[in-house]
């Protein structure tokens, strides 16, 4: 038993040292790394102990070409999963792309790639031969002439020649070659390696039933990657079904290793890599112990991430496109810490860890998705009877901030209105606080809707001008209120009218109070704007201060920064913006 328990700590100690050598192997640029494993006692071992996501991103970094010495220190595991993320379009296989992983692995090792051909992938390389070639068999009273030049031979009794497979597009000139190049040196290895092997092989490629093989070669591929969390399209959606806090509390826990030989090895370690420490799930992630614990987050992490990648159709080929997923994942992860928690402020790291030993990760993201996806649902359930929508009018009206919050919830998977804070205009929702945001500018909008509903007014002969949007409109109507333009009874529906110039300079002199440097609108306007609201609307003015006072309060603002240094007499219809002014007529 003690032989046993040494045996065990052994393992142990060999699997930590290899998981920190690859660790600091992933953290160097790509040529460094390729050094690293080269210059190594044992590369093949240290090769064969990264994940197959691990390898696949190293060798992309690297470039598939270049990466002919490490595909050779490789496993034949790590060469399946080359294949199948490389050579599928759908559910078609690619040829092309067959063609050029050939082309590599017979660089990297001839001899290892026929006995792989022959004794492990025979269907699917049957398949992909069935597609690239006719095949003839030369009986014995039969001249060779027969056949032409199209055909070569290796044993003067089977004849090959390369067709043209309807590609979409056609392929070119220096493919067509290279396909011809490749597929010579394939056969000439195959039966170097064992010629009646070889000879079967070859019979049996032309007694392939395309439809069927190539059905069942995906759903094998599909197994395959279904296990490291790449699932089919349809399947991967899951994981962007909204599930409530409430929910994920009643279900039961996870399994949680005790060891590290009881861990699905080896641990994908990229993503982890690529996580930025401004977060909280990064924050957990410190908190871990033991180091099993974290060894299987991140597993766990990894099959999460692979999961984004199927659902949202993403070729990983460089760690910026893996960081992007590694961030979103992180951000509702993060979401979903918080939502679960029970407490008022953000948990704390040792309870946020807590959470993630207990719960699945995949569980914990949903959780945080689904608080963006309630804000898109209740965006979409509005749009449907809003005021804006019956009138014609586009989401511009609501302004850039609002065109921006809206865009982004009403596409099909809710992105954050950014507006180039961090560099783009959409990005995931990250935070809670995010989401809180973008409520808040929705319940804005959705109570600007209700009050425009109630005014009674008619503007549908200015939805499609360009610039016409909440702002202009309501302070046009305002002004031309001042003016004395709105006598109608107040059931007749009001049209929104562009004032003229001499009449708006009289209504803007009389918004102002202070020194000229310091302008700012007199609180008797704002009261009058208030009371105007309030009396054809039929709201009370708490009614509108609680539903959409920061967002009329956020109006004069905007009227302050844009006019406060402008004179009545530099008032120019090209540049005013916040009110409809009649065009001068020549």
Same mark, same amino acid.
């Not at 011809?180 to 290895?189: C, I, N, R």
């Not at 001499?502 to 803007?508: A, N, S, T």
């Not at 009614?543 to 302050?560: C, N, S, T």
């Given at each position: 038993m003690n032989d046993d328990l040494l045996a065990d700590d052994t393992t142990e100690k060999q699997l930590k040292r290899l998981y920190e050598e690859r660790s600091a192997i992933l953290h160097l640029p790509p040529e460094d790394a390729v050094k690293r494993i080269l210059d190594a006692e044992h590369p093949a071992p240290l090769v064969h102990s990264f994940s197959d996501e691990d390898f696949y991103l190293l060798v992309q970094e690297i470039g598939p070409d270049d990466a002919v010495e490490l595909l050779s220190l490789a496993a034949d595991r790590q060469w399946e999963f080359l294949l199948d993320m490389e050579t599928w379009q759908w559910e078609r296989l690619d040829s092309p792309a067959v063609t050029r992983w050939l082309d590599r692995f017979l660089q990297a090792d001839a001899?290892?790639?026929?006995?792989?051909?022959?004794?492990?992938?025979?269907? $699917?390389?049957?398949?992909?031969?069935?597609?690239?070639?006719?095949? !003839?068999?030369?009986?014995?009273?039969? +001249?060779?002439?027969?056949?032409?030049?199209?055909?070569?031979?290796?044993?003067?009794?089977?004849?090959?020649?390369?067709?043209?497979?309807?590609?979409?597009?056609?392929?070119?000139?220096? +493919?067509?070659?290279? !396909?011809?190049?490749?597929?010579?040196?394939?056969?000439?290895?195959?039966?170097?390696?064992?010629f009646p092997k070889y000879h079967f092989f070859m019979l049996e490629s032309t007694r392939v039933i395309p439809a069927e093989s190539e059905e069942e070669m995906f759903r094998l591929r599909n197994v395959r990657l279904a296990e490291k969390g790449f699932f089919p399209y349809h399947d991967a959606l899951g994981i962007y079904q909204a599930l409530s806090p409430d929910?994920?509390?009643?279900?039961?826990?996870?399994?949680?290793?005790?060891?590290?030989?009881?861990?699905?090895?080896?641990?994908?370690?990229?993503?982890?890599?690529?996580?930025?420490?401004?977060?909280?799930?990064?924050?957990?992630?410190?908190?871990?112990?033991?180091?099993?614990?974290?060894?299987?987050?991140?597993?766990? $992490?990894?099959?999460?991430?692979?999961?984004?990648?199927?659902?949202?159709?993403?070729?990983?080929?460089?760690?910026?496109?893996?960081?992007?997923?590694?961030? =979103?994942?992180?951000?509702?992860l993060s979401m979903g810490i918080e939502r679960v928690s029970s407490e008022d402020a953000p948990p704390s790291p040792n309870r946020a860890a807590a959470l993630l030993v207990h719960h699945p990760l995949e569980d914990l993201f949903r959780v945080g998705y689904g608080a963006a996806q309630t804000l898109k649902w209740r965006a979409e359930k509005w749009r449907k009877s809003a005021w804006f929508a019956n009138q014609a009018l586009s989401l511009s009206f609501w302004g850039e901030e609002g065109l921006g919050v809206l865009g982004g919830l009403l596409i099909k998977r809710p992105l954050y209105f950014d507006n180039y804070r961090t560099g783009v205009v959409y990005r995931e929702f990250a935070a809670m606080k995010d989401v809180e945001k973008t409520e808040c500018a929705l319940d804005g909008i959705i109570a600007l809707d209700r009050l425009f509903a109630r005014l009674h007014i008619d503007v549908r002969e200015h939805a499609h001008r360009p610039f016409f949007n909440y702002k202009n409109c309501l302070l046009t109507l305002w002004a031309g209120h001042g003016l004395g333009l709105d006598r109608k009874p107040k059931e007749d529906p009001l049209r929104v009218i562009p004032l003229h110039l001499?009449?708006?300079?009289?209504?803007?002199?009389?918004?102002?109070?202070?020194?000229? =440097?310091?302008?700012?609108? !007199?609180?008797?306007?704002?009261?009058?704007?208030? =009371?105007?609201?309030?009396? !054809?609307?039929?709201?009370?003015?708490?009614?509108?201060?609680?539903?959409?006072?920061?967002?009329?309060?956020?109006?004069? =603002? +905007?009227?302050?920064?844009?006019?406060?240094?402008?004179?009545?007499?530099?008032?120019?219809?090209?540049?005013i913006h916040l009110f409809l002014i009649r065009k001068p007529e020549y």
């Open positions: 001899r290892r790639l026929s006995r792989w051909v022959l004794e492990e992938k025979a269907d $699917f390389f049957k398949l992909y031969l069935f597609k690239n070639m006719e095949l !003839r068999v030369r009986e014995h009273d039969e +001249d060779p002439s027969i056949f032409g030049n199209d055909f070569m031979t290796l044993d003067d009794v089977l004849y090959v020649r390369w067709i043209d497979y309807p590609f979409d597009p056609p392929p070119s000139a220096e +493919d067509k070659n290279r !396909r011809e190049a490749v597929l010579t040196a394939l056969l000439k290895s195959l039966a170097e390696y064992d929910r994920l509390k009643k279900t039961g826990g996870k399994f949680v290793p005790r060891r590290i030989g009881e861990l699905m090895l080896p641990v994908p370690i990229s993503f982890s890599h690529v996580l930025s420490r401004d977060n909280l799930f990064a924050r957990a992630l410190e908190s871990l112990q033991p180091e099993v614990m974290l060894l299987q987050i991140q597993t766990e $992490f990894a099959t999460l991430c692979n999961r984004i990648i199927s659902a949202d159709q993403k070729m990983i080929r460089d760690r910026e496109t893996l960081k992007d997923v590694a961030r =979103k994942a992180c951000g509702y001499e009449d708006f300079k009289g209504f803007f002199s009389g918004l102002w109070e202070g020194k000229k =440097k310091n302008r700012r609108i !007199r609180r008797a306007e704002k009261a009058d704007f208030l =009371k105007w609201l309030c009396g !054809r609307s039929g709201l009370s003015a708490e009614a509108i201060r609680a539903q959409m006072g920061h967002v009329l309060e956020d109006l004069f =603002k +905007d009227l302050e920064s844009e006019y406060r240094d402008v004179t009545p007499e530099n008032l120019d219809p090209r540049y």
